[in-house]
């Protein structure tokens, strides 16, 4: 077994465009994509970087993170993945740039982590610095039941009583909305740090006024997909 401790960082990809999504969308953003992910949810969108055995990714430290960081004159720092959280991303900060963490939810990161992504290959990471990490902003994607993917209850109390995240929830119908404020009452979330986005790949699946009045009416904020609407499904944007 390799065990991995703490370091390389392992990035699928690397980009610049604009967030699309959450309470920055249209910022002007880098995206880092962090391979591998806890999870297997059935639509995933960026299953390339934790489903099959190909080494399709880069092992880096965080000094050369960094550089990367620093060699792009986006101001925003989008941490995505996959599952960022299984790296210290409290060892990527650089001054003057805001990092913002897009993650499943299913980890607290000021414990330390040690898990098995692949047959032979754990990652472990120590705890997170709270003092660092409370910066960013964290935007926190629970997986409803059309994922088929089970909650983890103790992280996601962490999360809805952290004042540095927000929830972001992918919503197909109204019946999706029922399940979202389900989860918001178990979890006493504030709706101020709630936001709904539409699912689909296309323009058109992104244009349901009558979805986005209902959101509205049960008092949630609204994530427009500007990705979506302008690129569809294209990588690196
Ligand atoms: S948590 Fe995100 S990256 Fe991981 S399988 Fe689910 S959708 Fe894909």
């Not at 392992?10 to 604009?18: A, G």
């Not at 992910?37 to 000094?63: A, I």
């Not at 919503?171 to 101020?192: A, G, H, L, M, P």
């Amino acid at each position: 077994m390799i065990d991995i401790l703490e370091t390389p960082f392992f990035l699928n990809e690397h980009f610049e465009s604009i967030q699309g999504e959450g309470n920055y969308a249209g910022a002007n953003s880098l995206f880092l994509r962090f391979h591998f992910c806890n999870l297997t949810c059935s639509w995933c969108d960026s299953k390339f970087t934790w489903f099959g055995n190909e080494r399709n990714y880069v092992e880096y430290s965080s000094n050369q993170i960094k550089a990367i960081i620093t060699s792009h004159q986006a101001p925003h720092i989008v941490l995505t993945g996959g599952e960022p959280t299984l790296y210290r991303l409290d060892k990527l900060v650089v001054a003057n740039k805001k990092f913002h963490v897009e993650s499943n939810g299913t980890f607290i990161p000021t414990e330390p982590l040690e898990i098995a992504v692949r047959e032979n290959l754990t990652i472990r990471r120590d705890a997170m610095n709270e003092a660092i990490i409370s910066q960013f902003n964290w935007v926190i994607s629970p997986k409803l039941s059309n994922a088929r993917q089970k909650l983890n209850d103790r992280s996601l109390r962490f999360w809805a009583q952290t004042s540095y995240s927000i929830f972001k929830f992918v919503v197909r119908n109204t019946d999706d909305i029922n399940e979202v404020e389900t989860i918001v009452n178990k979890f006493s979330i504030s709706s101020f740090k709630v936001y709904l986005a539409l699912e689909g790949q296309t323009l058109e699946s992104q244009l349901k006024p009558s979805l986005v009045d209902e959101i509205v009416k049960r008092g949630y904020n609204y994530s427009p997909r500007l990705h979506v609407m302008l690129w569809g499904m294209q990588r690196g944007k």
